[in-house]
């Protein structure tokens, strides 16, 4: 009898997930050791620790739907598996970090498929890809990036200072006040802020539109928020720096100037998306109407 019972048991699908799941940590435990990490040491991805969290959550909603699918195996489960783990010798031999974590999420996802068919991974796929925010972009990337960012940022301060009738010249990425000089480096690019209001906005058009046209509309507009806000944090810091100084202005006002600026953002993403869901709504009415 003990032996019919284990053996039905080994039969359910719980076993091979949690085998598998403890093989997966033990091959990727100094990949997710050194993700952790950065998530301590670099700030740029400090957000990290929650994409995680956010991305449970996400599966947690559909707890109900989840537990009424029949799992059944699909092979293209087992092709996608073996390419994240070919993606992992490849990168661990080249060094590459990058490819290296982003094998993780397709080694899972080729689980999940092979484990527990299309239904499974279809209701999954995005939680899965949601924890790509959680993989810091390789640094030629992000510093092929930040320096456009940077002289954007410089050139659009300049122009908002010169409305405000302050003197000010512009070389670069520096500009020029009568009474001081201020630089804006890579922290000040608003890559930074544009990597965090990305995560947010994809959560939120998950979360609220209902098309997926909307959604990246909606994922889209994190870019120019983002890209906007660190220009109006920009100019205040540089208006500070003009009447109290640099070390008033780089100080404690500098860093809540970017506190109330991040939050301007997420109001105007939270704005985003109630006129699109307005805009949905309305549209739902007049077709209500003209049906009547």
């Known amino acids: 009898m003990q032996t019919m019972k284990r053996a039905r048991y080994f039969e359910k699908p719980l076993f091979p997930v949690l085998t598998l799941g403890i093989l997966i940590v033990i091959l990727y435990y100094s990949v997710i050791r050194d993700l952790v990490g950065d998530w301590v ?14 991305s ?12 009424k699918i029949r799992w059944s195996s699909h092979n293209l489960g087992l092709v996608v598996l073996v390419t994240g783990l070919l993606m992992f ?6 060094v590459e970090y990058f490819t290296m974590r982003f094998s993780l999420l397709v080694v899972i996802g080729g689980l999940i498929l092979y484990l527990g068919g299309k239904d499974l991974a279809g209701r999954l796929v995005f939680p899965l890809l949601y924890l790509v925010f959680m993989i810091p972009v390789p640094y030629v990337l992000y510093y092929t990036i930040s320096f456009p960012l940077e ?18 010249f512009r070389e670069g990425n520096i500009l020029y006040l009568e ?3 201020l630089q804006v480096i890579d922290a000040c690019s608003g890559l930074r802020s544009l990597i965090s209001l990305s995560a947010l906005s994809a959560a939120m058009a998950y979360m609220t539109q209902k098309t997926v046209l909307k959604g990246a509309i909606l994922f889209l507009a994190s ?6 806000a660190n220009i109006l944090r920009l100019s205040v810091t540089a208006v500070l720096a003009s009447i109290y100084g640099e070390q008033l202005a780089q100080g404690f006002l500098h860093k809540f100037s970017g506190m109330v600026v991040f939050i301007f953002a997420v109001i105007s993403l939270s704005l985003i998306g109630g006129l699109l869901r307005w805009l949905s709504f309305k549209k739902n009415i007049g077709s209500f109407a003209a049906c009547c």
């Open 151 to 168: 002289i954007l940022a410089s050139r659009w301060t300049a122009g908002v200072l010169s409305i405000l009738g302050i003197p000010i």
């Open 56 to 67: 449970a959550f996400f599966v947690w909603r559909q707890r109900d739907v989840l537990r």
């Open 179 to 181: 009474n001081i000089t």
């Open 41 to 54: 040491i670099d700030e740029n991805y400090s957000h990290g620790f929650l994409i995680p969290l956010v």
């Open 223 to 228: 870019a120019p928020v983002a890209i906007a």
């Open 89 to 94: 010798m490849a990168a661990n031999v080249a």
